[in-house]
């Protein structure tokens, strides 16, 4: 039986949406933009969607949207090569851009996971759990586990508009603050948010959770004064390096250094991200 | 002659898997069905880590599922803590897990399995002849997220379900708009039930065992026996039945039952507990045609297409019923101990175990899946399925196989996928 492919050749951008190891939650939240969904993929020329799609066409892309992390040989192929085929590369969700919790393997002991390691096939041998931007160049961030999904479909419609998306850098307070929450470190809360950039309409705060810095560090964060206030708080210091290295631990190489009494590395702010972050 | 047929990247699965099918003189004589993704550890991960920072490390697992792992990982580590919720906390996270099993199943129906029966390559590709059915399909996806966002901030990787409560209850008026939301998609549901009840499925029959939790009081949801038509053990007692190895060739481990292929998941539930369900998913089952017990996978299609019927009539009784009372998150006193949770989710069950010491700081945890239970017999399921149709066109054999792999609706935990076919 041949299959029907109703999408359409045409001067639409060329778009891939694509996932190498991770939880397949960023492309849901695509999807799950029940009203927009069927619409907003007609602005484009969908040429690979391989979580939903059977017909792939993987090669020249205008833009490819890639969730996940490179954590097995396969994925870093698959990087390169999307890399290559593309003109535009996004990072979409934590795992992409940060690595996600499944690169806190760098920074947990190793007993406490090689109890799990078995040899496998050479195509699925393990490589160290990285960002996609640890090896090749991404052209824009969609950050968060998972992006807000409006956030998602706005940059598939900006991008087909030929619009430039803007960078977003506040952090999670601004939002938090103008939704009315009461701030969770004034009771005693290990939350995140000041450092933390937003973009995410303070969500988990809303529904009463302390932010875990899923986004990544904003540019001009102060870090020290974020320890202080846990330190303040009453979290040890292995708590606080934990915390803070659960979603985003790759791109706070300086963590351990603010942390020592009589350190003070000269500079704080993060490389990660740089003007590209992009916000709805 | 001997041929292979390898599918490199299955496509419409949650998850990367791999087939390599070596068949000579009608018979098969290798069969592998491997996930080939990078491993996350998971397991390891959290050792180290307070009891109260689990489920939302683990909730990463799976973006579909979140919800289950989070309520799973909750009701584990209460277990170890020997903490008993409240009942409305009982009943809120039954209410997830429900609006869970409606977005979940509406996804996997109609984006993953639809299309191979009416000769699409996607549901996208579908729309400009089936807005109708896509549009079921949405608003079940809609309305099943909305519970979730609703209790628990997030529709992926939801927040307020925690340890010994919920951070932030949802108000007595929420509750009863999500009981209006949820009853303006009965009428979705019964479409669903309708569309997947009139497809053609394959003849099969699988030899694996059929378990889930099964509960005296109601169609399982988060307690229960894991239990089998012939079988039936205590949560508590899974590591003496259950058992974990992997291969060479796979980065998900295979889980035996005392050394059975067994399966889990939504055709599992039915039939297990089918006199359980609501009236109105009995009436569809009943004009389904569908004949209980099934041992036919391809027709957990269709059992997915029931238990969201169900599903959606258990969630809106909830909320008939609910009546919001203020509860503050329980202080629960670390200590020693280890617990289990398992969650009727909507691939089947899925089981948490954590080791705690004095100080509630983790010191082991165990993860089994369901698709991690359910991949032997999938694999065996191909080897004895694929002679019955070797005299078919070779797309068509492939179809029928990729049709029978996503019946299971597996979650292989994402990656990219490209169908590739070797045949030699």
Same mark, same amino acid.
């Given at each position: 039986?041949?299959?029907?492919?109703?999408?359409?050749?045409?001067?639409?951008?060329?778009?891939?949406?694509?996932?190498?190891?991770?939880?397949?939650?960023?492309?849901?939240?695509?999807?799950?933009?029940?009203?927009?969904?069927?619409?907003?993929?007609?602005?484009?020329?969908?040429?690979?969607?391989?979580?939903?799609?059977?017909?792939?066409?993987?090669?020249?892309?205008?833009?490819?949207?890639?969730?996940?992390?490179?954590?097995?040989?396969?994925?870093?192929?698959?990087?390169?090569?999307?890399?290559?085929?593309?003109?535009?590369?996004?990072?979409?969700?934590?795992?992409?851009?940060?690595?996600?919790?499944?690169?806190?393997?760098?920074?947990?002991?190793?007993?406490?996971?090689?109890?799990?390691?078995?040899?496998?096939?050479?195509?699925?041998?393990?490589?160290?759990?990285?960002?996609?931007?640890?090896?090749? %160049?991404?052209?824009?961030?969609?950050?968060?586990?998972?992006?807000?999904?409006?956030?998602?479909?706005?940059?598939?419609?900006?991008?087909?508009?030929?619009?430039?998306?803007?960078?977003?850098?506040?952090?999670?307070?601004?939002?938090?603050?103008?939704?009315?929450?009461?701030?969770?470190?004034?009771?005693?809360?290990?939350?995140?948010?000041?450092?933390?950039?937003?973009?995410?309409?303070?969500?988990?705060?809303?529904?009463?959770?302390?932010?875990?810095?899923?986004?990544?560090?904003?540019?001009?964060?102060?870090?020290?004064?974020?320890?202080?206030?846990?330190?303040?708080?009453?979290?040890?210091?292995?708590?606080? %390096?934990?915390?803070?290295?659960?979603?985003?631990?790759?791109?706070?190489?300086?963590?351990?250094?603010?942390?020592?009494?009589?350190?003070?590395?000269?500079?704080? %702010?993060? %490389?990660?991200?740089?003007?590209?972050?992009?916000?709805? | 002659?001997?041929?292979?047929?390898?599918?490199?990247?299955?496509?419409?699965?949650?998850?990367?898997?791999?087939?390599?099918?070596?068949?000579?003189?009608? $018979?098969?004589?290798?069969?592998?069905?491997?996930?080939?993704?990078?491993?996350?550890? +998971?397991?390891?991960?959290?050792? @180290?880590?307070?009891?109260?920072?689990?489920?939302? !490390?683990?909730?990463?697992?799976?973006?579909?599922?979140?919800?289950?792992?989070?309520?799973?990982? /909750?009701?584990?580590?209460?277990?170890?803590?020997?903490?008993?919720?409240?009942? *409305?906390?009982?009943?809120?996270?039954?209410?997830?897990?429900?609006?869970?099993?409606?977005?979940?199943?509406?996804?996997?129906?109609?984006?993953?399995?639809? &299309?191979?029966?009416?000769?699409?390559?996607?549901?996208?590709?579908?729309? &400009?002849?089936?807005?109708? *059915?896509?549009?079921?399909?949405?608003?079940?996806?809609?309305?099943?997220?909305?519970?979730?966002?609703?209790?628990?901030?997030?529709?992926?990787?939801?927040?307020?379900?925690?340890?010994? @409560?919920?951070?932030?209850?949802?108000?007595?008026?929420?509750?009863?708009? !999500?009981?209006?939301?949820?009853?303006?998609?009965?009428?979705?549901?019964?479409?669903?039930?309708?569309?997947?009840?009139?497809?053609?499925?394959?003849? +099969?029959?699988?030899?694996?065992?059929?378990?889930?939790?099964?509960?005296?009081?109601?169609?399982?949801?988060?307690? @229960?026996?894991?239990?089998?038509?012939?079988?039936?053990?205590?949560?508590?007692?899974?590591?003496?039945?259950?058992?974990?190895?992997?291969?060479?060739?796979?980065?998900?481990? +295979?889980?035996?039952?005392?050394?059975?292929?067994?399966?889990?998941?939504?055709?599992?539930?039915?039939?297990?507990?089918?006199? *359980?369900?609501?009236?109105?998913?009995? $009436?569809?089952?009943?004009?389904?045609?569908?004949?209980? &017990?099934?041992?036919?996978?391809?027709?957990?299609?269709?059992?997915?297409? /029931?238990?969201?019927?169900?599903?959606?009539?258990?969630?809106?009784?909830?909320?008939?019923?609910?009546?919001?009372?203020?509860?503050?998150?329980?202080?629960?006193? &670390?200590?020693?101990?280890?617990?289990?949770?398992?969650?009727?989710?909507?691939?089947?069950?899925?089981?948490?175990?954590?080791?705690?010491?004095?100080?509630?700081?983790?010191?082991?945890?165990?993860?089994?899946?369901?698709?991690?239970?359910?991949?032997?017999?999938?694999?065996?399921?191909?080897?004895?399925?694929?002679?019955?149709?070797?005299?078919?066109?070779?797309?068509?054999?492939? !179809?029928? /196989?990729?049709?029978? /792999?996503?019946?299971?609706?597996?979650?292989?935990?994402?990656?990219?996928? +490209?169908?590739?076919?070797?045949?030699?």
């Amino acid at each position: 039986m041949s299959k029907k492919n109703t999408s359409a050749k045409s001067e639409k951008l060329n778009v891939g949406v694509y996932g190498i190891t991770g939880c397949a939650g960023c492309q849901l939240s695509l999807i799950f933009n029940e009203d927009e969904i069927l619409d907003v993929v007609n602005l484009v020329n969908l040429k690979a969607f391989p979580f939903i799609k059977e017909v792939n066409i993987d090669e020249q892309f205008d833009c490819v949207i890639l969730e996940g992390l490179v954590a097995d040989k396969g994925d870093l192929e698959t990087v390169k090569k999307l890399r290559k085929n593309t003109k535009m590369l996004v990072s979409l969700g934590a795992c992409a851009c940060t690595g996600c919790v499944p690169a806190y393997r760098h920074f947990t002991l190793k007993e406490n996971y090689e109890h799990l390691l078995y040899k496998k096939m050479e195509e699925i041998e393990d490589v160290d759990p990285t960002p996609i931007d640890e090896h090749v %160049q991404v052209d824009y961030y969609i950050p968060g586990c998972p992006p807000d999904k409006k956030e998602i479909i706005t940059f598939i419609k900006s991008v087909a508009k030929g619009i430039v998306p803007r960078p977003y850098q506040s952090p999670v307070c601004v939002e938090c603050r103008r939704n009315g929450n009461t701030c969770l470190l004034d009771s005693g809360k290990p939350c995140l948010g000041p450092i933390t950039t937003g973009g995410c309409d303070s969500v988990c705060i809303n529904g009463g959770f302390e932010c875990w810095g899923c986004r990544g560090p904003t540019k001009d964060m102060n870090l020290d004064l974020m320890i202080k206030m846990l330190r303040d708080r009453g979290f040890d210091d292995k708590f606080i %390096q934990d915390r803070m290295r659960t979603f985003v631990g790759l791109k706070l190489p300086m963590l351990e250094k603010v942390m020592k009494p009589g350190e003070k590395p000269d500079k704080l %702010q993060t %490389q990660f991200y740089g003007e590209k972050i992009y916000y709805g | 002659m001997g041929k292979t047929i390898t599918l490199n990247h299955i496509t419409k699965i949650e998850g990367h898997a791999k087939l390599e099918l070596g068949i000579d003189k009608g $018979k098969v004589k290798t069969c592998k069905l491997s996930a080939v993704e990078g491993s996350r550890y +998971f397991e390891g991960l959290v050792r @180290g880590r307070k009891y109260y920072e689990a489920h939302e !490390m683990t909730s990463r697992i799976c973006g579909v599922c979140s919800c289950a792992h989070v309520i799973a990982a /909750i009701s584990a580590i209460e277990n170890a803590l020997g903490y008993n919720p409240t009942e *409305q906390t009982k009943t809120l996270r039954v209410l997830m897990t429900l609006g869970e099993r409606i977005r979940s199943h509406a996804t996997h129906l109609y984006f993953l399995a639809l &299309p191979d029966y009416v000769g699409y390559e996607s549901a996208l590709a579908m729309a &400009p002849k089936y807005k109708p *059915q896509l549009k079921n399909a949405l608003n079940l996806m809609k309305v099943g997220n909305a519970v979730i966002k609703t209790l628990a901030a997030r529709d992926l990787h939801p927040v307020s379900a925690t340890i010994g @409560g919920w951070l932030k209850l949802p108000t007595q008026q929420q509750v009863d708009e !999500m009981r209006v939301q949820l009853e303006s998609i009965r009428k979705d549901a019964r479409e669903a039930c309708k569309l997947f009840s009139s497809l053609k499925y394959p003849d +099969f029959e699988s030899k694996g065992e059929w378990f889930s939790l099964v509960d005296e009081k109601e169609y399982a949801v988060l307690d @229960g026996k894991f239990s089998s038509k012939d079988n039936s053990f205590e949560k508590s007692e899974y590591r003496k039945f259950i058992s974990e190895y992997h291969e060479l060739y796979s980065s998900a481990n +295979f889980v035996v039952r005392e050394n059975h292929r067994y399966t889990v998941g939504a055709l599992s539930r039915l039939n297990n507990s089918h006199k *359980q369900l609501s009236v109105n998913a009995k $009436k569809m089952l009943k004009e389904s045609g569908l004949k209980l &017990p099934s041992y036919n996978p391809y027709h957990n299609v269709i059992a997915q297409a /029931i238990d969201m019927m169900h599903s959606l009539d258990h969630a809106i009784e909830i909320c008939k019923n609910l009546k919001i009372v203020p509860e503050e998150v329980q202080k629960i006193q &670390p200590r020693s101990g280890t617990g289990v949770g398992a969650v009727e989710v909507p691939r089947g069950t899925l089981w948490h175990e954590y080791t705690l010491d004095d100080l509630g700081t983790i010191t082991n945890a165990n993860i089994i899946t369901p698709t991690a239970q359910n991949l032997l017999n999938m694999q065996e399921d191909i080897r004895e399925f694929v002679p019955s149709v070797l005299k078919k066109k070779k797309e068509d054999i492939i !179809m029928d /196989i990729e049709k029978l /792999i996503r019946s299971y609706d597996p979650c292989f935990s994402c990656s990219a996928h +490209f169908l590739e076919v070797k045949w030699v």
